[in-house]
């Protein structure tokens, strides 16, 4: 009758998971994931060239939507004239992100700080003669978010690097070695350069499905990182040899088995500014958001600003909402813990650190009960989060010679509902205990 008695432990999923990759044992990076997996939120930035006639960063070219030629030419009118570092820091805080990841160098090559491997960058070869990161990461580190360094370890532009156009390459490792060999130089330098001016907290790599990490010196560039920054983070794009899993722009329908992981998406269709307007609304990020978290994730929600610095205002508007919505619910979310299993309430969960306070989230226009299945723990209290709004729990159809759980029918009382989501709060007895069960099967 007990068999299936089933206890919901912090760390459960944590015996099931695994790093995002193979080569590196999560105990020994435990302790430094600690304040990302606490996050919940980061905002991720493209800026770049690709921003002054609105065309997909890098790809436009790669994809031959445009040469080359007039893709380079974007050079020539890349301002950064409104870039105010300050400003874009207090938008990012106002949404509640704990971290913000920026680009340092896309797949075009184009370095947005002060590189000495090669002139091109925005601080050379643009109008703009500056430095991105610099006073960005300056303003971040005031206002304790901590910097993420986006980072291409392919690089389009370089006449060292095989890959150029879709469907055709400069040459073979395998002819060229020492070719590559002044590639690896290359794109290692800057690696070197942006540890030692900006210190980032996170490496933010892509590109790395070109090569292999043999290719790449993964390894290498591991403990190039770490040996500058033993605390710093790595995304899991180094072909083995990072921290956490970084699924693009598709939702996970069932728990990844992931330690850490972080979904990166647009708030339109588009990595980099765009002239595109299939903004999605505060509405749909917050339940996408809520939805990772509750899966045991962060999200990584992505800006684009236009060439001269300025945020789209559809994008200032989303994050701000965001933001409102963290003040209001960010108890439900920050420094907890993914939520129940899936079975037990039709909707994401979370948990407190301790597991004794459960957090249900119900979009804002779904009216009346909720039903929790399988919680033996009692209910010391229930209340609408952020209101004084009491729930009160009702108990049904639980037997007195059976150990299975009744159901617990909440009334969510009219007139507390949040604009997007509203969060219950339920107090329990202890850690959270499910049952998990076949019922009158058993
Ligand atoms: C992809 C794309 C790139 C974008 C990145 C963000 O890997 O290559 O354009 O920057 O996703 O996740």
Redesign the pocket.
């Given at each position: 009758m007990n068999s299936k008695f089933y206890c919901f432990l912090v760390g459960l999923f944590a015996s099931l998971s695994v790093t995002a990759q193979t080569k590196i044992n999560p105990d020994s990076i435990k302790s430094k994931m600690q304040w990302f997996a606490d996050a919940k939120l980061g905002i991720f930035i493209?800026e770049g060239i690709y921003a002054v006639d609105g065309i997909d960063?890098?790809?436009s070219f790669y994809n031959k939507k445009v040469s080359y030629e007039q893709y380079m030419k974007q050079l020539a009118g890349f301002t950064l004239k409104n870039y105010d570092a300050a400003k874009w820091a207090d938008l990012i805080q106002e949404s509640g992100a704990r971290y913000a990841v920026i680009t340092t160098k896309?797949?075009d090559g184009v370095a947005t700080y002060d590189t000495k491997m090669n002139d091109l960058s925005i601080a050379k070869a643009t109008p703009a003669i500056k430095d991105l990161i610099k006073p960005f990461f300056e303003e971040l580190r005031k206002r304790d978010i901590k910097c993420g360094a986006y980072f291409s370890l392919l690089d389009w532009s370089s006449p060292d690097y095989p890959g150029f156009l879709k469907d055709s390459t400069r040459y073979m490792i395998a002819n060229e070695p020492a070719r590559w060999a002044r590639f690896q130089h290359f794109f290692q330098g800057q690696i070197g350069e942006i540890s030692k001016q900006f210190n980032p907290d996170l490496w933010w790599f892509?590109?790395d499905w070109e090569h292999t990490a043999d290719e790449w010196q993964s390894e290498k560039v591991r403990t190039l990182i770490l040996s500058h920054n033993p605390s710093a983070i790595i995304n899991g794009r180094l072909q083995g040899y990072g921290d956490y899993a970084t699924p693009?722009q598709n939702f996970p329908v069932t728990r990844p088995a992931y330690n850490w992981w972080e979904l990166?998406m647009t708030t339109n269709d588009n990595?980099g500014f765009h002239y595109d307007n299939n903004w999605k609304t505060p509405f749909e990020v917050i339940t996408i958001y809520v939805d990772a978290v509750s899966n045991g994730g962060n999200l990584l929600l992505d800006m684009g600003p236009k060439e001269d610095g300025t945020i789209p205002e559809e994008q200032v508007n989303v994050l701000k909402e965001l933001g409102a919505w963290n003040r209001r619910n960010g108890e439900s979310i920050f420094n907890t813990i993914g939520g129940m299993p899936q079975g037990h309430f039709y909707g994401p969960t979370t948990l407190s650190k301790d597991s004794a306070t459960l957090y249900l989230f119900v979009h804002s226009k779904t009216p009346g009960t909720l039903i929790l299945k399988g919680l033996y723990n009692k209910i010391l209290n229930a209340q609408v989060l952020g209101s004084n709004k009491k729930v009160s729990p009702k108990v049904v159809g639980k037997i007195s010679w059976s150990s299975v759980p009744g159901l617990v029918y909440l009334d969510v009382p009219d007139g507390a509902q949040d604009k997007y989501v509203t969060v219950i709060k339920l107090e329990l007895d202890g850690p959270v205990r499910l049952y998990r069960g076949k019922g009158g099967f058993d």
């Open positions: 493209h960063e890098s790809w896309h797949h892509d590109g693009e990166c990595w």
